[in-house]
């Protein structure tokens, strides 16, 4: 079968470059009412049954028949086992991913993440505690996905962030475990996890059951049913986001290989038809060579069938006036990746704005932010870099007001408060204020 990906050419100076960007931006994501029935049921009966309920959904989901929940709990010698039995390769490869994220993350947590207090000039204390959470759910994928990146991105900033206990789900149909996961958990420090998925994993987490203890916030990717049980738990617990098809956004100025941008293309369009990659450069000729990369290296591609059709539906090589103008519809579009394939990335990145990781320079392919450059890979997708950032310690945190008013504050900010509180028509918060005032 003869593969041929054709991602879909525009031109700013077209003048139907507005419509045609749009509806090749659109992705709908609509939810099937069924599913979100079906999801609805199993929260309520995870809530209802508790451990009951989810050993039958993943006896009936997963194939994978256990007695009790006991007997879909990893045990830490498992994942140590796990880790141990890895060729050395794969073992040094984990553990310096591992220490990179954490020295990110731990850099992170120095810069937003530490409680900070001040006085002012009446002397009154003000400032910000931070507290991490006390225990969180981390969902990582399982079956033909496996992702022990993903374990080491979620786990990893909650134990920076100093929660105590961090709680792993992941499926693994007919019994299947991946032992590169369970090594990734036993690395990244997670205290307990089970082989359980779906919306009957999220239902456990957020709400307990006899075995899996609740968690106070659910972080990780999962599939239609993982994400439609996430929207329904929110509120009960936190949730990081809920994410859309994978996107990268590469804006090149021609001095870049056109096989490295090619392939920087498929590293998204190979996770499903639904993934996007989008090409922005203001040399033709350059685009041309791209689109030739993409004929000559698509038939190797294990993965083939995926990037074509991604492409085809999805992809997009648009010629722009200028990079500045290119830099304007990045902001437009808001990638999850963004990769700056330029000689002197420097000169664009301060008129990018929007983003959920940059990745600057011909080097520093968005793979590479995948697994081992250290920053969060979890990015907001669908164009909510708009208002949304990256997985991080500030995810597992919590922040409360300091407030500790001095007397001689108390006079000043008293009589403020009384004036305020009375012209809302609340006599005892301005009373409240009043009573500490001095008496003449």
């Known amino acids: 079968m003869s593969t041929m990906a054709q991602p879909l ?29 079906r999801v609805a049921d199993i929260l309520s009966d995870v809530r209802t049954r508790g451990d009951a309920a989810v050993l039958e959904y ?26 141990e039995s ?12 591992a220490a990179r994220v954490r020295s990110y993350h731990d850099a992170q947590k120095k810069a937003s993440g530490e409680s900070w207090t001040y006085r002012d000039a009446d002397g009154t204390l003000l400032g910000q505690k931070v507290t991490p959470l006390d225990r969180v759910g981390i969902y990582v994928p399982g079956g033909k996905a496996a992702y022990p990146s993903s374990v080491l991105m979620n786990a990893i ?22 032992p590169l996961v369970l090594a990734a958990a036993h690395v990244a420090g997670v205290t307990r996890a089970f082989t359980i998925g779906g919306a009957q994993a999220v239902a456990a987490l957020a709400y307990g059951t006899a075995t899996v203890p609740n968690v106070d916030k659910i972080t990780g990717p999962g599939n239609a049913y993982v994400a439609a049980a996430k929207r329904r738990v929110f509120g009960t617990v936190g949730i990081d986001m809920i994410a859309g098809p994978s996107e990268i956004l590469v804006l090149a100025d021609g001095s870049t290989p056109a096989d490295w941008v090619a392939m920087d293309l498929f ?82 990145e301060p008129l990018l704005r929007h983003a959920g990781a940059i990745f600057m320079g011909a080097y520093t392919s968005e793979s590479l932010g995948d697994y081992c450059a250290g920053p969060n890979h979890v990015l907001p997708t669908s164009g909510t870099a708009r208002f ?37 028509g609340l006599q005892a918060h301005a009373m409240a204020a009043e009573f500490r005032l001095k008496k003449n």
Not at 64 to 80: F, P, T
Not at 294 to 305: G, V
Not at 390 to 417: H, M, N, T, W
């Open 157 to 178: 900033p909650a134990q920076v962030a100093g929660v105590e206990q961090i709680i792993m789900v992941v499926p693994t149909p007919r019994g299947e475990k991946n």
């Open 86 to 97: 890895l060729p050395a390769e794969q073992r040094k490869a984990l553990e310096t991913a």
């Open 267 to 348: 590293s998204q369009a190979e996770h499903d038809e639904l993934a996007q990659s989008i090409l922005l450069c203001p040399d033709a000729a350059y685009i041309d060579r791209v689109q030739a990369e993409i004929h000559r290296l698509l038939p190797q591609m294990p993965r083939r069938e995926i990037i074509e059709k991604s492409l085809n539906g999805r992809g997009a090589l648009i010629l722009t006036r200028s990079m500045e103008e290119a830099c304007e519809i990045s902001n437009r579009i808001a990638p999850e990746h963004l990769e700056i394939s330029s000689h002197q990335p420097e000169r664009w």
């Open 58 to 83: 993943t006896q009936r989901f997963d194939a994978l028949q256990a007695a009790s929940m006991k007997q879909l709990e990893l045990g830490a010698d498992e994942l140590r086992a796990a880790f």
């Open 388 to 424: 949304s950032s990256p997985l991080g310690v500030y995810d597992f945190q919590k922040r409360s007001s300091l407030i500790q008013v001095s007397e001689a504050g108390a006079q000043a900010l008293g009589q403020v408060a009384s004036v305020l509180a009375h012209g809302e």
């Open 9 to 37: 050419r525009l031109s700013t100076t077209a003048p139907g470059f507005e419509a045609d960007f749009k509806a090749r931006l659109h992705w709908s994501d609509d939810t099937d009412a069924a599913i979100e029935q």
